[in-house]
């Protein structure tokens, strides 16, 4: 089945960078739009970036846009987020995923933005 496995989250100050990466199985990934995604504190799912099959597409939501670069590595299955200049408002559990929705994604990584 389908599965994702993220990682490269942690606390950084406000400021800082993180890069985040994804694990893919279970799916043709080099035939898959691919999506991050985020969850804040008492919120709902937000989708933040997504990419096309071949890496040369990417979209990103207004509040990230400058600041967070989305990639891919199709021979490795991977999935990536550069993530610069955070901000404590990004501070959520983010997702790698098949869908903008969320609905079929990983376990999720910690990402705390706090001085």
């Known amino acids: 089945q389908v599965r994702f496995v993220e990682s490269g989250g942690g606390h950084v100050q406000p400021g800082g960078s993180l890069r985040l990466s994804c694990a893919a199985s279970?799916?043709?990934?080099?035939?898959?739009?691919m999506y991050w995604v985020r969850q804040a504190p008492g919120k709902g799912l937000e989708w933040i970036a997504n990419?096309?099959?071949?890496?040369?597409?990417?979209y990103y939501v207004d509040s990230v846009k400058g600041r967070f670069t989305i990639s891919r590595d199709n021979a490795k299955n991977t999935l990536t987020l550069q993530m610069n200049s955070l901000k404590s408002e990004d501070t959520a559990v983010y997702f790698c995923?098949?869908?903008?929705?969320?609905?079929?994604r990983g376990q999720g990584t910690q990402v705390t933005v706090s001085s």
């Open positions: 995923a098949k869908d903008p929705a969320g609905s079929i």
């Open positions: 990419i096309d099959q071949s890496g040369r597409y990417t």
């Open positions: 279970g799916l043709s990934f080099d035939l898959s739009w």
